[in-house]
């Protein structure tokens, strides 16, 4: 009895180490499940949030797929350069977009005073004005003035009613007011002077590290884009020196002879040469 308890004990410890063993080889050598993960995780991604904010100008069908897939784009932003920040809600607002808006706000996005702008909602709007003097002034993104986002709803032409009758009253309202839609003002500028400032500027060797300056055709105003990125519209406010769109505080200024940019915010940020067209 006495033996065979000895081996009872002897091989129940051994199994209990090896069993251990096991576990523990089996814990180290598992190999973590992991998917590609984008730079910015467990920040939201790049793509997606560009995407959302894309699609929330006009395409209803692909904000619905995104945001029920994942609600938190709802409240993403994006920034389209030099701070011109924009929400996926802030586009749909100056579009006009009511259909976008209100699923973008079931999902969490928060309105503000531009939305209510845009959705017709006087009260909403005056309590804003009245509680914050002033703040009819501000702009959106893009430099969007608010009296433009309660006009963009009556130009998309689908409203009717008592509802096209009390956006057209806020509309009025705001155009009282006197000071609801500010706009950038640009020095006047010839074609051939345009033709001085336009082409590429290095500000390193990587493979985006340029600016190009061009001519916006619709607008007829020089504008600014990083490598293939989007271009800004440029504002000229002083001896060459401008502002881009969206960003009044900015200043990107051109050296005498053209062969070099700064771009300042409020302190120097980045030169670039000029290197060709």
Do not use: C
């Not at 002897?10 to 096991?22: D, N």
């Not at 590429?200 to 607008?219: A, L, P, V």
Request: overall charge negative; hydrophobic content about 35%.
């Amino acid at each position: 009895m006495k033996r065979t308890r000895r081996i009872f004990l002897e091989t129940g410890a051994l199994g209990a180490t090896t069993l251990f063993g096991l576990t523990s080889l089996r814990s180290s050598t598992a190999k973590p499940v992991t998917t590609d993960l984008p730079p910015e995780f467990p920040g939201q991604d790049r793509a997606s949030v560009q995407a959302i904010v894309g699609a929330s100008h006009s395409d209803l069908d692909k904000v619905r797929e995104m945001v029920n897939a994942r609600p938190a784009l709802a409240r993403a932003r994006w920034d389209w350069g030099f701070g011109d920040w924009e929400t996926p809600l802030g586009a749909a607002s100056h579009m006009g977009t009511r259909d976008i808006a209100e699923v973008l706000i079931d999902h969490g996005a928060s309105p503000n005073i531009f939305t209510h702008a845009m959705m017709g909602n006087e009260h909403l709007v005056r309590q804003s004005i009245e509680t914050y003097p002033g703040i009819q002034s501000r702009v959106g993104p893009h430099g969007l003035s608010l009296l433009f986002h309660a006009q963009m709803p009556l130009r998309r032409e689908f409203m009717e009613g008592d509802e096209k009758t009390r956006q057209e009253e806020l509309v009025r309202y705001l155009e009282e007011l006197g000071d609801a839609d500010p706009k950038p003002e640009s020095l006047e500028m010839t074609a051939e002077s345009q033709q001085e400032y336009m082409g590429r500027y290095d500000f390193g060797s990587g493979t985006d590290e340029y600016f190009i300056i061009d001519r916006n055709e619709r607008r007829g105003l020089l504008s600014m884009s990083r490598a293939d990125q989007q271009s800004r519209v440029l504002f000229l406010v002083g001896e060459r020196s401008f502002a881009p769109s969206g960003a009044p505080a900015v200043r990107i200024r051109f050296s005498e002879n053209f062969k070099e940019l700064q771009v300042f915010d409020p302190d120097l940020i980045v030169t670039a040469r000029h290197v060709g067209t």
